[in-house]
């Protein structure tokens, strides 16, 4: 997939090095980082993990790439109760590249490929979940994308 901040692929075919624009990047409201975790890095960037809580879930984050690991109940409360609760402009999402579709992420707990697939939710992203660790990976951004998508909203 070609990234709009430059005309490198987001992901090297080569080296399968991840490039990121930081610039672009916009941090989730409400993460609280708690304490890092030693001994496990994030499964893009390879970056320190650090353990957090958002909206009273514990999650797990990366505050290089800005992924967010969160259990799959957790997520579809975030998502219900932040799409729910926004106020702001929604942003027209942008199609996926279904080369994003072959991007592997590996479960930071269990250390098995995580499953890839399209959100069937408002918004277009891909996310990745690990069956046996109930665990939902969202690449930096995603998560703002999907409250931010026009669709139907819950009410609050």
């Known amino acids: 997939m070609k990234a709009e901040f430059s005309d490198l692929p987001i992901v090297c075919p080569h080296c399968t090095h991840r490039n990121v624009d930081l610039s672009r ?40 790439c800005q992924g967010i690991l969160i259990s799959h109940g957790d997520f579809g409360t975030l998502i219900r109760t932040r799409r729910a609760d926004f106020h702001g402009r929604e942003m027209k999402p942008k199609p996926f590249q ?10 930071p707990d269990c250390h098995q490929v995580m499953e890839c697939y ?21 690449d930096g951004s995603e998560l703002n994308c999907l409250i931010a998508s026009p669709g139907l909203r819950p009410v609050s």
């Open 25 to 64: 990047m916009v941090p989730v409201d409400g993460l609280e980082p708690v304490y890092p975790l030693e001994g496990e890095s994030c499964p893009r960037c390879e970056s320190e993990f650090w353990a957090g809580v958002l909206d009273g879930a514990p999650i797990k984050f990366c505050k290089v």
């Open 98 to 107: 279904p080369e994003e579709l072959k991007e592997r992420c590996i479960c």
């Open 118 to 138: 399209p959100y069937y939710g408002p918004g277009n992203a891909i996310i990745d979940s690990c069956e046996n660790c109930d665990w939902v990976w969202l």
